[in-house]
């Protein structure tokens, strides 16, 4: 695990050890560290030739030495010249030279597209400078990349902001078509600590950090650790305790699927939090946490399936479900106990029997469904409301006003389209509170939990801002947020983050969060019937929000889709299914 950041603390962090060094000293560490991950992608794709694409500045730089030791080592190496004037990092552009790396001006564009060869092609174009690509830069890169066999960014893809991880509008053609003003990138290499970006964009490919030291022999990522700390409010109560200030001014970074043999590579969340699924001697079918599945109607009832299965794959407790399709559920599923009503006096009855809940997978929207989602709501077990139960959620002020109302767990698994029109209508509710008196039950709320927050700054952008979008919502709702993705984000109501990188796409098919509702819905049962039986399940939670269980979750998911993909031949698409009857193989992949 470790933490991303906002690109200004970096600075903070290295500005003192670069003027305590010699010159060139970390940008030469950070090139070392670069040329020894270009040789892993070229190893990969069994490729001898590497371009790098070099900008004026330090990221340049940091592309020019890593291009004159890769020379040293005996690949064919050429950079290309981006800057329009042939500005270049000198001592870099020397030492590359020396080295035998040929440097060419911008011009030389169509000899090294003329060579057959593929290469791996490596843009130190700007690193954290997010400026978009012009149309003629953006033409000229999409040549590039075209034939390369991957792209390797240095610090950041161009054009991709640092902050954000948001990309800047693509270019339209005469022809209608959509180029994109930025790179994407298969691999990124970073050094010192992690950018808020990293957390976010998919554009940053698979992440490769390495950390570099001052001439002290200093960390920066530990420099970057202490000013983090260094910028909690001091009367934050959070600042009592270190961890709790470096989640809340940080993103906890996860992979889920490493493919890469770095020195040090990111860790997989499941083996950092996930303990023993064995049952215990003195364990049964209850003592684990008992999950209730409300999903399913005539129009969807492969989603009922679909969840109730991962939920069965996930736990040794037992599953209940509720609702129209219990007779498909029981065909599919025959370990299951099932109940072909979900109407509120069935779940109340019921709600003693269960530790947690999964609500909303294509329960359909309409009333009945919705006096369904109040009655758990009004509930005291964990919740976790998907698909269907977010559209309600969106379109009923009373559910909105009952969730905030809440005291019990509460988790958001919404993906973008889900996640605005929730976000649409918090917004809207908090805009007409303040117009109506002034002082609404949301602001007061956030008041509460933090006296310094702008509870007039809601409705972040998702395109631009991901992750204080998600902090937004979580706080506003006073629940866990999960935003689905590439690079998943999970939110607590306190503005904690952490981001899951799948590693891969494969999990990109209908159903699959039918099944990552499930998965996870048994995970917070197992939670709630670990505390409820005393143990301590998770010991690294902080807080009472279930934020490693559900990283954790996400992470099996991912693992689930990737051995579900593979084949004797390679990787091939698979369904949401396939996704679910592996979560076992995953868990144990996990452990391993």
């Not at 808020?196 to 490919?205: E, F, L």
């Not at 970074?253 to 083996?271: K, M, N």
């Not at 990188?501 to 509702?517: E, F, K, P, Q, R």
Request: proline share 5%.
């Amino acid at each position: 695990m470790t933490i991303a950041v906002d690109p200004a603390i970096i600075r903070a962090a290295e500005n003192p050890m670069i003027a305590a060094g010699a010159p060139d000293q970390l940008m030469q560490q950070a090139a070392k560290h670069l040329a020894s991950a270009i040789r892993c992608v070229a190893e990969k794709h069994s490729c001898q030739r590497v371009v790098v694409v070099a900008g004026g500045g330090g990221n340049g730089g940091d592309g020019l030495y890593a291009g004159g030791y890769l020379a040293e080592s005996g690949y064919s190496v050429s950079a290309i010249c981006w800057h329009p004037s042939g500005k270049l990092h000198e001592s870099a552009a020397q030492a590359a030279r020396q080295a035998g790396c040929a440097v060419h001006i911008r011009d030389a564009l169509a000899e090294t597209l003329s060579s057959g060869d593929g290469f791996i092609l490596v843009d130190a174009i700007q690193g954290l400078g997010s400026s978009p690509l012009s149309l003629k830069d953006a033409t000229d890169w999409a040549r590039l990349a075209g034939q390369a066999s991957a792209v390797v960014a240095v610090d950041l893809p161009t054009g991709v902001c640092a902050s954000t991880g948001a990309a800047p509008s693509s270019h339209t053609l005469a022809s209608g078509q959509k180029l994109a003003a930025h790179v994407s990138a298969d691999y990124t290499v970073t050094f010192g600590a992690l950018r808020t970006a990293h957390a976010v964009s998919p554009d940053c490919g698979e992440t490769v950090l390495a950390d570099i030291y001052g001439p002290a022999g200093e960390s920066l990522f530990e420099a970057v650790v202490a000013e983090t700390l260094s910028r909690s409010a001091p009367d934050s109560a959070a600042t009592a305790d270190e961890s709790a200030a470096l989640l809340l001014n940080s993103v906890d970074c996860f992979v889920a699927v490493d493919h890469t043999s770095w020195e040090d590579p990111l860790s997989r969340v499941a083996r950092h939090v996930l303990q023993s699924f064995e049952p215990k001697p003195t364990d049964h079918k209850y003592s684990g946490g008992v999950v209730g599945v409300v999903a399913g109607s005539g129009k969807y009832p492969g989603a009922a399936v679909l969840s109730s299965l991962a939920a069965a794959k996930t736990t040794p407790s037992l599953v209940r479900y509720f609702g129209e399709c219990a007779a498909e559920v029981v065909r599919a599923v025959p370990e299951l106990i099932v109940n072909d009503k979900a109407d509120p006096e069935t779940l109340l009855q019921t709600s003693d029997q269960v530790a947690a809940w999964v609500f909303g997978p294509g329960v359909g929207v309409t009333p009945e469904s919705e006096a369904a989602l109040a009655a758990l709501l009004r509930g005291e077990r964990p919740l976790l409301i998907d698909a269907d139960g977010l559209t309600l959620l969106a379109g009923s002020t009373n559910l909105r006003q009952l969730l905030r109302q809440r005291a019990a767990v509460t988790l958001l698994t919404p993906h973008d389209g889900e996640f605005n029109r929730v976000n649409a209508a918090v917004s809207a509710d908090l805009a007409a509170d303040i117009a109506a008196d002034g002082n609404s039950l949301v602001e007061s709320a956030l008041t509460q939990s933090n006296p310094d927050e702008d509870v007039h700054a809601h409705g972040f952008d998702l395109l631009a801002d991901r992750v204080s979008a998600i902090r937004s919502l979580a706080k506003q709702l006073g629940a866990s947020v999960l935003l689905k993705g590439r690079k998943t984000l999970v939110c607590s109501p306190l503005g904690e983050v952490t981001s899951v990188d799948a590693g891969h796409s494969w999990a990109a098919t209908a159903g699959s969060g039918d099944v990552l509702a499930g998965l996870l819905g048994a995970l917070l049962a197992k939670d709630a019937g670990a505390d409820v039986s005393g143990t301590v399940f998770f010991p690294q939670n902080t807080t009472p929000y279930p934020q490693l269980t559900v990283a954790a979750g996400v992470s099996v998911h991912a693992r689930a889709a990737w051995l579900a993909a593979q084949t004797p031949y390679g990787a091939a698409p698979i369904t949401a299914s396939d996704i679910a009857r592996t979560i076992p193989a995953a868990i144990a992949d996990s452990h391993s």
